[in-house]
């Protein structure tokens, strides 16, 4: 066994410490602090140049809809 092989296992057995709740609670709290990011950009820097016409021209619906959707899978899991 070479010294990479020990420290790989070394290494392997301390990430098998950490709770698996722990890292769920961390990456869907991940999610819901860029989804809170995304929600209080300005609305000028989500929109086209010309400016928003329509609705659907604001980027934060679409960024909002799908870090919504990850944070409600990645939670039931």
Avoid: C
Wanted: hydrophobic share 55%; charged share 10%; no cysteine.
């Amino acid at each position: 066994m070479t010294p990479l092989h020990s420290f790989g296992e070394a290494l392997r057995q301390w990430l098998l410490t950490i709770p698996l709740s722990a890292v769920r609670l961390l990456f869907v709290g991940t999610l819901v602090v860029v989804l809170l990011w995304v929600l209080s950009l300005p609305s000028r820097e989500t929109t086209p140049l010309h400016g928003a016409t329509r609705w659907d021209e604001n980027l934060k619906l679409g960024a909002g809809l799908a870090l919504i959707i990850q944070i409600v899978i990645y939670s039931l899991l």
